[in-house]
């Protein structure tokens, strides 16, 4: 087949996957963020006041976006490589992990002052809170994650890793942390009772995991992968791969809607994938949202039923934050 015809039939293929299923993700607001450059990392969000933090890793800046009135309330500056963000809630304060001086930050929610620097976390990443014991988790350096106590000001301990330590999700209800170790082809299981690495789980068809998602109800545990682009979906009972599917490539961040039983999968090939679950062990893609080259850093927030997706500045074009709303 001709390489013209090829695309021609993929580009209809595409638009009759949209033309089915239209506003699955519906487009409710555009946050311009003027002056931002660079790519962005990880979201955080303080639910009741309806605020998100967005790393603006390229920035070097935090920036704090009011969701109720569509704009900027502030931009923190003074970071270095900002990727992780976790919100405090009891004491509305604002955490910030530092990849490029490993330092983990903490901010004032109202003043949004540094009230607090702790350093030593080398090639700081992903920031998660245990939602029981509040403790924090970062991941850092050639494979760890640092144990912050449940003020992020002190470090509490750590669990070693073979390597760099990507996403990771913790159970809610159970003990376990699910860590993507790409550069060691694995997922690693840890057990944070005991803070120790109890399982490892080869990713040898699928590569460069990184990120993740997790379905605690159903026990299943969705792994983006960018070589070759698929989601592998694991039952975290037996470590075993249950089912793999396409997805669009240079994937960086993915969510489970446990609400409409659905994974939303940004990638930065230039699309939002939507995934249906029609049971534990069968998946659906059911939708591939056009979205912008580059543009694969995201959040959802089920309380807030939202997905919020960063489109880094192109060219004359500003960067932004699009607010999505989920249909039935």
């Not at 159970?174 to 860590?179: D, L, R």
């Not at 792994?223 to 240079?250: E, H, M, N, Q, Y």
């Not at 809607?257 to 994938?273: H, M, N, P, T, V």
Request: glycine share 8%; charged share 25%.
């Amino acid at each position: 087949m001709k390489p013209l015809l090829i695309f021609l039939v993929a580009w209809l293929s595409l638009s009759v996957i949209h033309g089915q299923t239209a506003d699955l993700l519906k487009l409710t607001k555009t946050i311009p963020l003027p002056g931002v450059k660079g790519r962005f990392d990880h979201f955080a969000a303080d639910v009741q006041s309806k605020r998100l933090f967005v790393a603006a890793l390229g920035n070097n800046t935090l920036e704090v976006i009011d969701l109720a009135k569509g704009k900027r309330l502030q931009s923190i500056s003074g970071l270095h490589k900002p990727t992780g963000v976790v919100y405090l809630p009891e004491v509305n304060k604002i955490g910030v992990a530092n990849g490029d001086d490993g330092t983990f930050k903490l901010f004032d929610g109202a003043s949004y002052e540094l009230l607090n620097n702790l350093s030593g976390i080398d090639d700081a990443d992903n920031v998660r809170r245990d939602p029981k014991t509040k403790l924090i988790y970062v991941g850092y350096g050639g494979g760890a994650l640092a144990i912050l106590d449940s003020t992020g000001q002190q470090r509490v301990g750590e669990v070693k890793l073979p390597a760099h330590p990507e996403s990771f999700q913790l159970e809610s209800n159970g003990s376990h942390i699910f860590v993507n170790v790409p550069d060691a082809k694995q997922v690693a299981v840890i057990n944070r009772e005991k803070r120790d690495l109890s399982a490892k789980w080869p990713m040898e068809k699928c590569q460069a995991n990184f990120p993740m998602a997790l379905d605690e109800t159903n026990h299943r545990l969705f792994v983006g992968c960018r070589r070759p682009a698929r989601l592998v979906a694991f039952d975290t009972g037996t470590g075993k791969s249950v089912t793999d599917l396409g997805i669009s490539g240079d994937t960086d961040d993915l969510f489970y809607d446990a609400a409409l039983k659905r994974i939303y999968i940004s990638c930065g090939e230039g699309f939002i994938d939507v995934i249906d679950q029609r049971d534990p062990d069968h998946y659906h893609l059911r939708d591939r949202i056009p979205s912008r080259t580059g543009a694969r850093t995201s959040f959802f927030s089920a309380e807030l039923n939202e997905f919020y997706l960063a489109f880094p500045q192109r060219g004359d074009q500003e960067a932004e934050i699009r607010v999505f709303h989920p249909q039935n």
